[in-house]
């Protein structure tokens, strides 16, 4: 596990430009979206699956045991447990419900559990309130492309998140004890995140190299901007 510099060091550290709030913008009016077809499908779609299943439920209650139509209504309630865990998995993939309503710590948790190796979460993000909507889905999806990339391609063991406040700045730091070698600019999706923490002025920094592990860390502004 990579905690200490290494031969390879990419660091992305953007000027801050009419470009770069523009980009801010267009970013966060895709968060909000994301967000209202978050809200949609689980107020909408989902729920009629959720009632549609209790009507099933209690169609099958009137049902003779063991006979055939019992099987068939078995079969079909499966069926649509199967469609409902896939729609409410699609819903958290455009924007996770546990971020806006438990915050960072909750979310970053939940991607942890869901990863195909031990991860180690860290959170601690003191503060009066909490960070701006834009700076919250930055680190989320950082973490979750972070781990995907692991699972993917890193013959790792395990991984661990630290997220924190240093100063005015969210730092969040995910490293693996796998192979090394992620670049920003490698095609594994690190260089979206990039331009998503560029963005609301940050930096991401990847550092590690063959055989010591990866580091990866972005440092982003929390302070409301203009």
């Given at each position: ?73 078995n ?95 969210l ?36 550092s ?19």
């Amino acid at each position: 596990m990579l905690l200490q510099a290494s031969p390879l060091v990419e660091h992305v550290a953007p000027e801050p430009t009419c470009c770069t709030r523009c980009s801010a913008r267009i970013i966060e009016a895709g968060d909000r979206e994301r967000r209202r077809l978050e809200r949609d499908l689980h107020d909408g779609a989902q729920q009629r699956l959720v009632s549609l299943a209790l009507q099933l439920g209690t169609l099958g209650a009137r049902l003779a045991p063991g006979s055939e139509e019992e099987r068939l209504l078995n079969a079909a309630r499966q069926e649509l447990g199967d469609a409902l865990r896939e729609l409410r998995d699609l819903a958290h993939g455009i924007h996770p419900a546990v971020l806006t309503d438990r915050g960072l710590g909750a979310a970053l948790d939940s991607v942890a559990a869901r990863a195909s190796l031990p991860v180690d979460v860290d959170v601690a993000v003191a503060l009066e309130r909490r960070p701006p909507a834009a700076v919250e889905v930055a680190a989320y999806y950082l973490v979750a492309e972070a781990l995907t990339n692991i699972a993917k391609h890193a013959c790792a063991t395990r991984a661990t998140v630290h997220a924190f406040v240093a100063g005015r700045r969210l730092v969040v730091v995910v490293t693996d004890d796998g192979i090394g070698g992620a670049r920003i600019d490698g095609g594994s999706g690190l260089r979206g995140l990039a331009d998503r923490v560029e963005a609301l002025g940050g930096t991401l920094r990847v550092s590690g190299g063959p055989g010591t592990g990866t580091c990866l860390r972005a440092e982003i502004p929390i302070a409301e901007r203009d």
